[in-house]
């Protein structure tokens, strides 16, 4: 009998840490801070739409770079709302790198980009996340990417997207919305039209003020509606971010921008001026 290569179960032992990692910050299993804080969020959100009390309100999650916290955030913002006896649908809308099925352990397939293409029906595609405590079972609707399709962006401003959202509207409450990035790829910006407003997740001591101002702008050129930030993994000192001009360390961005490869690269002149500012603060230095 063959044994099993070392790498393999390194990997395996890593998914299983990762998966019970993920489980302590995800639902029922929040800690007290947590849960009071996405119900803060729960509430302010809903100070944000209260013009719209009858009607489904589609919410866009996104940020300026990976890993800052954004399909967590989306997970407990959905959670949340359904802890409230609201009907919630959490749609993942990043095509590219989707994380959500691995962090709730559902099917990653079929999904959203199945759906689109014609490949399957809603009951073959809808899944159920439900997370039980001594007191309570709350159940969140579920439509992960799917397949990996080599037209994201084609997919979520077609027409079928459109009108997928506007059918899922007579059934849901709130239907929160996993975008990619806005300055890795034009997907957030063109998923505008389909949200009634967005959510911008920043991370303490990691996101960059630049990142943050230039996501905004971008937002702003569309007239998008920004509902707010969440300022994600904040300490009781708190974070670099509002305390200036404040950048993490170069191997994080060397690191990210590999991966953002994936989604395309930058769109616009972002990352060019960025380095242009970068490369005047060295000159600075050496001054």
Not at 133 to 148: I, N, W
Request: hydrophobic fraction near 35%; charged fraction near 25%.
């Amino acid at each position: 009998m063959s044994k099993e290569p070392k790498e393999k179960k390194q990997d395996k032992k890593q998914l299983l840490e990762e998966r019970a990692e993920t489980r302590q910050i995800i639902g029922g299993n929040m800690n007290f801070a947590a849960a009071e804080a996405y119900k803060l969020l729960r509430t302010n959100l809903t100070f944000s739409l209260s013009g719209e009390e009858d009607a489904c309100c589609v919410v866009g999650v996104t940020s300026s770079f990976r890993a800052e916290g954004k399909s967590v955030t989306a997970i407990n913002l959905a959670y949340t709302l359904a802890e409230a006896q609201k009907r919630v649908l959490l749609l993942e809308g990043d095509m590219r790198l989707p994380t959500i099925a691995r962090r709730l352990e559902l099917n990653a397939t079929p999904g959203l980009s199945n759906l689109l293409a014609g490949m399957c029906t809603w009951k073959e595609c809808c899944q159920v996340y439900q997370s039980s405590t001594e007191r309570k079972t709350v159940k969140v609707d579920v439509l992960v990417s799917g397949d990996v399709p080599p037209n994201p962006s084609e997919l979520l401003g077609g027409q079928r997207m459109q009108l997928l959202v506007e059918r899922l509207r007579q059934y849901y409450d709130f239907i929160i919305v996993d975008l990619p990035p806005v300055t890795a790829v034009a997907d957030p910006i063109i998923a505008c039209k389909i949200v009634d407003g967005m959510i911008i997740v920043v991370r303490a001591d990691q996101t960059i003020r630049d990142a943050v101002s230039e996501t905004v702008r971008q937002l702003r050129q569309i007239d998008a509606r920004i509902l707010g930030f969440v300022f994600n993994a904040a300490g009781e000192g708190g974070g670099g971010y509002y305390r200036g001009r404040r950048y993490y360390r170069k191997n994080y961005y060397r690191k990210y921008y590999k991966s953002y490869n994936y989604y395309g690269g930058y769109h616009g002149d972002y990352r060019s001026a960025q380095s242009a500012a970068e490369q005047k603060r060295n000159e600075k230095d050496h001054a």
